[in-house]
T-cell receptor, first 110, second 115 residues
Framework: DQQVKQNSPSLSVQEGRISILNCDYT??????FLWYKKYPAEGPTFLIS?????DKNEDGRFTVFLNKSAKHLSLHIVPSQPGDSAVYFC?????????FGQGTRLTINP | NAGVTQTPKFRVLKTGQSMTLLCAQD?????MYWYRQDPGMGLRLIHY???????AKGEVPDGYNVSRLKKQNFLLGLESAAPSQTSVYFC??????????????FGDGTRLSIL
């Protein structure tokens, strides 16, 4: 039973436009939500997080939105750049343990 | 600053063989984790440790054992490898969450194939 779901395996966006990656979760007890970015043959790297008591967190080109009533979060990247092409994992933290989604492969086209 | 280092990077085993994957971190983190990544399934937690000398089971612990004899090292063992354990294994470390939820720092992974 998948507690964190990323329903889009892939997403293609034109350079300069907005990329929106989505994530749904089922457990209302999660404390924090995080986004990780992963390049091939490397480990995931932390991108941005949001506490369950907030609804928005912004860091440069990256903004994460949390809708607790819908159990949904999204990552907005604007403007999208070629270096943003990677696999993005949504993760939820509870009791110091992370539960990951399946990942979304983002491709930024020139 | 190396961060989290995993050894080896690649390994091919035959069914029934044993091996140990080593994870070392130089950030003085209390918590360490082992994950496996399989296609279409994201990362799944195998075992984790909240401090030297402690270990606990994660989501998919069967067929694996771990040890945390030193704070900076976390070992993952496969006693009798099976083809279902073919995967990419990631180690991570972090400090306790506190007020902001500390993110985990990952190594670059070990690609393990069981024939």
């Amino acid at each position: 039973d998948q507690q964190v779901k990323q329903n889009s395996p892939s997403l293609s966006v034109q350079e300069g436009r907005i990329s929106i990656l989505n994530c749904d979760y089922t457990n209302s007890m999660f404390d924090y939500f995080l986004w990780y970015k992963k390049y091939p043959a490397e480990g995931p790297t932390f991108l941005i997080s949001i506490s369950s008591i907030k609804d928005k967190n912004e860091d440069g080109r990256f903004t994460v939105f949390l809708n607790k009533s819908a159990k949904h979060l999204s990552l907005h990247i604007v403007p999208s750049q070629p270096g943003d092409s990677a696999v993005y994992f949504c993760a939820a933290m509870g009791a110091q343990k992370l539960v990951f989604g399946q990942g979304t492969r983002l491709t930024i086209n020139p | 600053n190396a961060g989290v280092t995993q050894t080896p990077k690649f390994r091919v085993l035959k069914t029934g063989q044993s091996m140990t994957l080593l994870c070392a971190q130089d950030m003085n983190h209390e918590y360490m984790y082992w994950y496996r990544q399989d296609p279409g399934m994201g990362l799944r937690l195998i075992h984790y440790s909240v401090g030297e000398g402690t270990t606990a089971k994660g989501e998919v612990p069967d067929g694996y054992n771990v040890s945390r004899l030193k704070k900076q090292n976390f070992l993952l063992g496969l006693e009798s490898a099976a083809p279902s354990q073919t995967s990419v294994y990631f180690c991570a470390s972090s400090d306790p969450g506190g007020q902001v939820g500390q993110p985990q720092h990952f190594g670059d992974g070990t690609r393990l194939s069981i024939l």
